[in-house]
């Protein structure tokens, strides 16, 4: 597997936790501004690695694939896939 697509998987899969963790402490303290805040970096962050990944390594999945794009070789889990 390419180095930079695994670490590329590692950076997105870390924020896309830290997000998902973050929105289930947002979901008990709504009112928690500083919070907000943090969460719309991650949000950010989290777009951004996922714009490179897809960038270097394809899409991640068929909803973001534009037509048949998703049917193309190689398969996702041809390429190697993510293993972090």
């Given at each position: ?6 670490e ?12 998902w963790?973050?929105h ?5 303290h ?7 805040g ?7 962050n ?15 999945t068929?909803?973001d ?20």
């Amino acid at each position: 597997m390419n180095t930079n697509h695994a670490e590329l998987c590692k950076k997105l899969a870390a924020a896309d936790f830290a997000l998902w963790d973050l929105h289930l402490y947002l979901d008990t303290h709504p009112g928690d501004l500083n919070a907000v805040g943090v969460c719309n970096k991650l949000q950010k962050n989290a777009a951004m690695l996922r714009a490179e990944y897809e960038a270097a390594c394809g899409k991640l999945t068929a909803a973001d694939a534009h037509g048949v794009e998703w049917l193309c070789d190689p398969w996702p889990w041809e390429k190697g896939g993510c293993d972090c």
